[in-house]
């Protein structure tokens, strides 16, 4: 079957970084993706890795290694605003676009 | 240019009635997709429509069902609900729904199922 794995919670405080881990096992690989998603909101895009290394875009960086079916979020200088639950998500061999379960992040002051 | 458009945003229903959800997506999008999100589920795929023709589905019963407009608005239909049902049901959509394309999601539709 096809799965994603991350870690369901995550506490930080404010100005802290933050690793948020996926792990993934799909029918074919083309890309991991992170959204974001306050509560009752809509989930809204981070970012995109195509091809292994890292994806630099403000605070926000993320990583993929296909060779370990691995990728990571990491966010620095947390702001409280950064309070939300984190989704990867991969894009399979029939361009579905399959999500993690998420992370709930946590930043306290 | 506006958002992705989802309508109602508050849905309550009872067992056995059926729903339909609307979709608008961004200006110049074809494609567009549905997922059903439960607390500590995340995002469950249900299906992608590009030009009127639906290019995917995800494994969900058949009570659940779509369909997209040639203006690319898009709909979704559950019948014969069930309690499971109740659920976030958000929409997105992105240009041709390539690989490296990022969705833009709308607000949702809460569904509750009594």
């Known amino acids: 079957g096809q799965s994603l794995e991350q870690p369901s919670e995550v506490t930080a405080v404010e100005g802290a970084i933050v690793q948020i881990n996926c792990t993934y096992q799909?029918?074919?690989?083309?890309?991991l993706s992170w959204y974001q998603q306050h509560d009752g909101g809509a989930p809204t895009f981070l970012s995109y890795?195509?091809?292994?290394g890292l994806e630099e875009t403000g605070r926000f960086s993320s990583f993929l290694s296909r060779s370990d079916s691995y990728g990571y979020l990491l966010l620095q200088e947390l702001q409280m605003k950064d309070s939300a639950s984190y989704f990867c998500?991969?894009?399979?061999?029939?361009?579905?676009?399959?999500f993690g379960a998420g992370t709930r992040l946590a930043v306290h002051p | 240019k506006a958002g992705v458009t989802q309508t109602p945003r508050y849905l309550i229903k009872t067992r056995g009635q059926q729903v339909t959800l609307s979709c608008s997506p961004i200006?110049?999008?074809?494609?567009v997709s549905w997922y059903q999100q439960t607390p500590g589920q995340g995002l469950q795929f249900l299906f992608e429509?590009?030009?009127?023709?639906?290019?995917n589905k995800g494994n969900f019963p058949g009570r659940f069902s779509g369909r997209q407009f040639s203006n690319s608005r898009s709909e979704m239909n559950v019948s014969t609900l069930e309690l499971g049902d109740s659920a976030l049901y958000l929409c997105?959509?992105?240009?041709?729904?390539?690989?490296?394309?990022?969705?833009?999601f709308g607000s949702g539709t809460q569904l509750s199922v009594l």
């Open positions: 997105a959509s992105s240009q041709q729904g390539g690989p490296n394309e990022k969705l833009f």
């Open positions: 799909t029918s074919g690989f083309y890309g």
């Open positions: 890795n195509g091809l292994d």
């Open positions: 998500a991969v894009r399979d061999d029939y361009n579905k676009l399959i």
């Open positions: 200006s110049g999008h074809r494609s």
């Open positions: 429509y590009f030009s009127e023709t639906q290019r």
